[in-house]
């Protein structure tokens, strides 16, 4: 399949994509830190900068799957929480370049913060403005720590759907099959999902049947692809872990670089998470559509 990332960050879909096997066609990133990380592993995908600066039909009709994790900031609640009237807020830019583009796969991140900002004024939007351009959706909250990280990252995932593709079934059929190392996607669509989700308005995906892992606790499939978890510092309830600073050296100054890395992997999606969206998506484009 053909995929290419917007908010790129440091290339948390990429490299997803490329565990699958995928052609990352492009990535979209501003940060000049992200840009010289995304120019270093992707040296064969086209390299854009500003979102709101470029224009994407060259890419019409080229693009299988396009993702995004579009700026959290302003819904994060460890920021201030302006949603709509920060500068960060830069959804309508995804949604024109999908506009522009006309995927047939979407996948969108943002925090959970985002289903309570204004009565989740901007988490109904995303939703109704995919579905004004054709495409049927489905939110869901994964966490980090479904994969088996140390730590919770709670995060909401959009998987959508182009109904107009030319494929038979609907996005109803999506998940009639068996795939015993994919997160399973329910078949209900958002406005009929009511019993089937929280309170935010997801659909819950906490049950053993729908994140499956072998008797490890570990995806066989991805294993080889991941450090082992267990000396990853975080923070409690998860789990403890030492940083390997000593204590002595809390508050130094640490360098540009050091500073862009933490903020650069804080702002990152977990591309495991992303792997297990990704395998499923794939199966099901296989199989079902």
């Known amino acids: 399949m053909t995929h290419a990332s917007l908010f790129s960050g440091i290339g948390g879909f ?11 066609i492009f990535h979209c990133e501003w ?64 949604c024109r370049a999908i506009r522009e583009i006309q995927p047939r796969w979407i996948v969108g991140e943002n925090v959970r913060g985002l289903t309570n900002w204004n009565g989740g004024l901007v988490f109904n939007e995303v939703q109704i403005s995919m579905e004004a351009e054709g495409y049927e959706v489905l939110p869901f909250l994964l966490p980090a720590c479904s994969v088996n990280a140390p730590h919770r990252r709670d995060r909401i995932w959009f998987v ?24 399973r996607i329910c ?11 929280n309170s935010d308005g997801l659909h819950k995906c906490n049950s053993k049947n729908e994140i499956n892992t072998n008797k490890t606790g570990i995806n066989a499939q991805y294993d080889f692809k991941q450090n082992y978890w267990g000396k990853f510092p975080t923070q409690s309830p998860i789990c403890g872990g030492d940083d390997g600073i000593p204590k002595e050296l809390d508050n130094i100054t640490f360098s540009k670089w050091k500073k862009e890395t933490i903020k650069a992997y804080g702002n990152a999606i977990v591309p495991q998470v992303a792997y ?7 199966y099901y484009d296989d199989n079902i559509f």
Not at 73 to 92: C, I, N
Not at 165 to 183: D, L, P, T, V, Y
Not at 276 to 282: R, S
Request: with cysteine.
């Open 14 to 24: 990429d490299i997803a994509a490329e565990w699958m096997k995928w052609d990352n």
């Open 31 to 94: 940060n000049p830190f992200g840009q010289k990380v995304l120019k270093h592993h992707f040296p064969n995908s086209i390299s854009y900068n500003d979102i709101t600066k470029t224009d994407f039909n060259i890419h019409k009709g080229r693009i299988e799957i396009l993702t995004g994790g579009f700026p959290c900031q302003p819904y994060s609640s460890a920021g201030k929480r302006l949603g709509k009237e920060d500068p960060r807020h830069l959804w309508p830019e995804m």
């Open 160 to 183: 959508a759907y182009n109904s107009k593709s030319n494929r038979s079934a609907s996005f109803g059929e999506f998940c009639k099959g068996q795939n015993s190392e994919s997160i």
């Open 187 to 197: 078949t209900i669509k958002r406005q009929q999902n009511a019993a089937n989700t």
């Open 276 to 282: 297990e969206i990704f395998k499923t998506i794939q």
